[in-house]
Each structure stands twice: as structure tokens, then as C-alpha cells.
């Protein structure tokens, strides 16, 4: 038996050394010391050895794999060593050669009036409120005071995606997802995507972005709305701006109206962008209706409210100067590179 591991060790002691990869090392590691290696199969086979030579035999094993061990591992930093130095030596780096240029993006216009906007509202303590695109029918009209006999949810302008189940047609149904949740006093805006069947052409898209506003508290009045929007429309659209208010009808604002700002180009003078107008339609707004209040668990007797909503590819659009709505969604880098 003692010869037996003698012979191992002088070989495996001779293949390692003479070992010049360090593939070949992996596999002499296994062909030894590896589950079915010979010196493991020497262990296994030590039940028919007497007592008294157990131990012997075994620490003369033990000893001989610990010298194999270390022998291996000497070996294979020497081979590490000489395939790092070989591949340094091989390896050519070209350090003229241009590098891999970074392109570096840019806020899409849309987000930047967002933002903007965002900014404006947070200074004026407003908080962001957010709601889902895949919207519940009840939420973008039934609690905001569109029965479904109403005209606003003809199937033929919205996309459905079951009988009561709609993409948003606008971002007003977080008006009632936040009343439901909150207790006034509420003041939120909400930034986000709608959806209408509109054909596209430059100054429509089935797709586009809105941003809501609400404020519900006691002794709300429509002077406050006429002052948060002014204020708005000086800080996003300049100083000199001023703003108008038109009678409109929305089923959830009683009374309605429609503000208009005076041109921010030509200061109302009438120019391209206001088509010699003076005036650019803005948002709509208004009083928030009573029933709204209501079917969110407001007590319309105790809070009333004001709320608005309007466009933001159409300010993007005027601030820019854009002429066609479809670049905003082309996604063409050399338009949004402009921005
Ligand atoms: N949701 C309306 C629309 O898409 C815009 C709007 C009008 C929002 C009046 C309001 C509002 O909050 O009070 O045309």
C-alpha cells in the first residue's frame, strides 16, 4: 500500500511540474484528488487494511494530498502569471483610435413644461397627484357628473376596453379618486397621459397629455381660481400676461368657463401664433359641481372648489414655436435634439 501512494505522489508531483496550462493542471486535479481520484480511491479502499495500519496509511495519505495541494496551487499562479504576461505581451491597444462616442439626451419638450408647471403649483403649495390611464368608467365620468346618457361618452370618442373600463379621454376622474381618499383641504395638480379617437394631423393626436388642477376647501370662490390661473399664466408664459375668462359648459363646474391668455408672442397685438387673435384659448375651468362633491363624500354645504385642466402639447407647441404635433411624437432625434 505504501508503495502504492509512493507511486502516486512521484507521478503526480512529476505531471504537475511538467504542467504548462492550466487546463491540463484542472484536470490532473481531478484525476488525483478529485472524487474518483487515486488518492481517494486509496482512502476508500483503507476498510481492509488491519487496525494497527489504518493510521499509518491514512496520515501518509493525508500528507501526500496536502503536498499535491500545495503543489497545485503553486503551479497554478505560475500559470496565471505566464498567460497574463503572454496575453499583455499579444494584446495591442491603439490608444489613437477615436473612442466610443456617449450621446447624451435631453428632456422631451412635453416633460419640460410638466415640470415647469410642476414647479410653479409645488411654490404655490400643491402637491402632485397621480391616477391610472386604464381608467373605470365611473371615475372618468359618472362621478363627475357625466350620466351615461351624456353626449361626453358617445363609444365613438373614446377607446373602450370594456362596457366600464376606458382609457382616460382627460386626467379630471384624479379630481374624484383624490376627493374620495382625501379630506379637504385639498390643492393638487395632476400631470398626465389621455386618450381620444381623434385622426392625427398637426394640431390633434389620439394621445396626448393634460394637467389637472383642484382645490377644495371651505369658502373657495371663483375669485381664487381667476387668481391661481393668472398667477400660473404670468409664471409659465411671462409677466405681461394677462388672462380672460369666457362662459363655457363642462358637466362637473358650475358655472364653467374657458380662460384665454393674451399672446405671449405678440403681447395681443395679433400675430401667426395667436392667428391674429390676440387671445390663445387655454384651458377649461370652473366651479366644481356640487353633485361632484357629493359622489366623492364632500359635503358641498360645508367646502366648495374650483378646478381646471388644460393641454400641455398645445403650450408646449406656443412656447416653442412648434407648427405640428406630430414631431412631439415622432421621437426624431434631430427635432428633440433642438430642445
Ligand atoms: N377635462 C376637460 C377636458 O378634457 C378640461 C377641464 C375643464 C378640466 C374644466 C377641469 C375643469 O378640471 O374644471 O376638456
Same mark, same amino acid.
Given at each position: 500500500m505504501k508503495d502504492k501512494i509512493e507511486k502516486i505522489r512521484e507521478n503526480s508531483i512529476k505531471e504537475i511540474t511538467d504542467c504548462k496550462e492550466i487546463v491540463t493542471l484542472n484536470e490532473l486535479k481531478v484525476k488525483y484528488l478529485g472524487k474518483k481520484g487515486e488518492l481517494t480511491l486509496v482512502l476508500r479502499g483503507m476498510g481492509a487494511l488491519s487496525p494497527e495500519e489504518r493510521p499509518i496509511i491514512g496520515s501518509l495519505v493525508n500528507q501526500v494530498r496536502d503536498e499535491l495541494e500545495s503543489c497545485i496551487s503553486q503551479k497554478e499562479k505560475e500559470l496565471e502569471k505566464k498567460e497574463l504576461l503572454e496575453k499583455l505581451k499579444n494584446e495591442n491597444i491603439d490608444v489613437t483610435e477615436p473612442s466610443k462616442k456617449v450621446e447624451l439626451g435631453s428632456l422631451h419638450p412635453i416633460t419640460q413644461i410638466i415640470d415647469e408647471v410642476k414647479e410653479i403649483f409645488l411654490g404655490m403649495g400643491y402637491e402632485i397627484a397621480d391616477g391610472p390611464e386604464v381608467e373605470k368608467a365611473i371615475y372618468n365620468f359618472d362621478k363627475l357628473n357625466t350620466p351615461p346618457d351624456h353626449p361626453a361618452r358617445d363609444i365613438q370618442d373614446t377607446f373602450y376596453i370594456t362596457d366600464d373600463i376606458v382609457l382616460r379621454s382627460q386626467t379630471s376622474p384624479v379630481q374624484a379618486r383624490v376627493m374620495e381618499q382625501q379630506k379637504p383641504p385639498i390643492k393638487i395638480i395632476c400631470p398626465g397621459a389621455v386618450y381620444r379617437s381623434d385622426s392625427v394631423d398637426a394640431t390633434h393626436s389620439p394621445v396626448f397629455h393634460q394637467i389637472e388642477g383642484l382645490v377644495v376647501d371651505k369658502n373657495v370662490t371663483m375669485t381664487d381660481l381667476k387668481g391661481? *390661473?393668472?398667477?400660473?399664466?404670468?409664471?409659465? *408664459?411671462?409677466?405681461?400676461? =394677462?388672462? =380672460?375668462? =369666457?362662459?363655457?359648459?363642462?358637466?362637473?363646474? $358650475?358655472?364653467?368657463? $374657458?380662460?384665454?391668455?393674451?399672446?405671449?408672442?405678440?403681447?395681443?397685438?395679433?400675430?401667426?401664433?395667436?392667428?391674429?387673435?390676440?387671445?390663445?384659448?387655454?384651458l377649461g375651468c370652473g366651479m366644481v359641481h356640487p353633485n361632484v362633491l357629493k359622489n366623492c363624500g364632500i359635503d358641498p354645504e360645508i367646502y366648495s372648489g374650483f378646478a381646471f385642466g388644460f393641454g400641455v402639447e398645445r403650450i408646449a407647441m406656443a412656447k416653442f414655436g412648434i407648427e405640428d404635433m406630430r414631431l412631439l411624437f415622432e421621437n426624431d432625434v434631430r427635432f428633440l435634439k433642438q430642445f
Open positions: 391661481t *390661473l393668472e398667477m400660473f399664466a404670468k409664471k409659465c *408664459l411671462g409677466e405681461n400676461t =394677462r388672462i =380672460r375668462f =369666457r362662459p363655457h359648459h363642462f358637466p362637473f363646474t $358650475e358655472p364653467s368657463a $374657458e380662460a384665454d391668455v393674451s399672446c405671449f408672442v405678440c403681447g395681443g397685438k395679433g400675430c401667426k401664433v395667436c392667428k391674429q387673435e390676440g387671445w390663445i384659448e387655454l
